[in-house]
């Protein structure tokens, strides 16, 4: 997983469905895939990725909103440690991963609403331009 300019591609396009606060991530390009922390590990610098649905708690998050209206992604998995991207950095290719929660911009996200269907998809945004992307 990394970041990349958004482009409007299927691959920047997700799905997230939640039920009691905890929350899914399904790609548009493959329904039968999940956002998921690569091997359920509990330890910074552990990468991001999309693998098949296992129902694992490696693949569900709880969301955490901030008054600016950005958000904080918490994996079930590794609940200190929250969604960002490597280093900072806001060029294409920025390494997504999880790391203890420090309040950092860069573990900060905020999303764009694609569509209006009954279960629109979004596109997660960490800088105005870059967007997570599989």
């Not at 694609?114 to 629109?120: D, E, R």
């Amino acid at each position: 997983m990394w970041q990349w300019s958004f482009n409007g591609t299927p691959a920047q396009k997700w799905r997230v469905e939640h039920s009691h606060g905890i929350y899914t991530f399904i790609p548009m390009h493959s329904q039968n895939m999940r956002l998921d922390i690569r091997g359920g590990v509990d330890a910074n610098g552990t990468r991001m990725q999309v693998w098949e649905n296992a129902n694992h708690n490696n693949q569900r998050f709880r969301i955490i909103q901030n008054a600016q209206g950005h958000r904080r992604i918490m994996p079930l998995s590794a609940s200190s440690r929250a969604m960002e991207v490597q280093n900072g950095v806001r060029t294409e290719r920025g390494i997504i991963q999880v790391w203890q929660y420090q309040g950092l911009a860069h573990m900060h996200w905020c999303d764009q609403l694609q569509g209006a269907s009954v279960k629109p998809y979004i596109s997660m945004f960490y800088s105005h331009a870059q967007c997570l992307q599989t």
